[in-house]
């Protein structure tokens, strides 16, 4: 199995460059189901939505594709999924991802209040995440 990493993605998500379209497209037409680090899901992630200033929305529609698509073999899947959930609800996806990665955890710390703090306790997230005391 072959990897990919965030370019090839993004040209396949964005098409925004003809000729590395057309290029990605053959790539994974004979190497798929290809695997994608959790590393490459963040910075897609990223990538789209600060360079590309698609809405969070647009950029969870991009990612449930790809957590969907029988052309990808995400590492974590079940984390990717549950980031996704969450991320719908509020919290950034960074933010949901880093809680998903985590449930092995007995809870998450972090100085975020407003955006990642209150909201997960608002959704009544397992582990929880708090503020350091």
């Not at 925004?16 to 680090?37: E, G, I, S």
């Not at 996704?84 to 955890?105: I, K, M, N, R, Y």
Request: charged residues 15%.
């Amino acid at each position: 199995m072959w990897a990919a990493d965030t370019n090839l993605l993004v040209r396949y998500y964005t098409q925004d460059d003809a000729r590395q379209t057309q290029r990605a497209l053959a790539w994974l037409q004979t190497h798929a189901p290809c695997f994608v680090p959790i590393t490459v899901v963040q910075e897609l992630y990223w990538v789209l939505e600060n360079s590309y200033e698609m809405s969070s929305k647009q950029v969870l529609t991009v990612l449930q594709h790809l957590s969907s698509s029988p052309a990808f073999a995400l590492e974590s899947p079940a984390a990717v999924q549950q980031a996704l959930q969450v991320a719908t609800q509020g919290p950034e996806f960074a933010d949901a991802l880093h809680w998903a990665l985590s449930q092995a955890c007995e809870g998450m710390a972090t100085f975020d209040d407003r955006r990642f703090a209150r909201k997960a306790a608002k959704l009544g997230l397992k582990p929880a995440v708090v503020l350091p005391a």
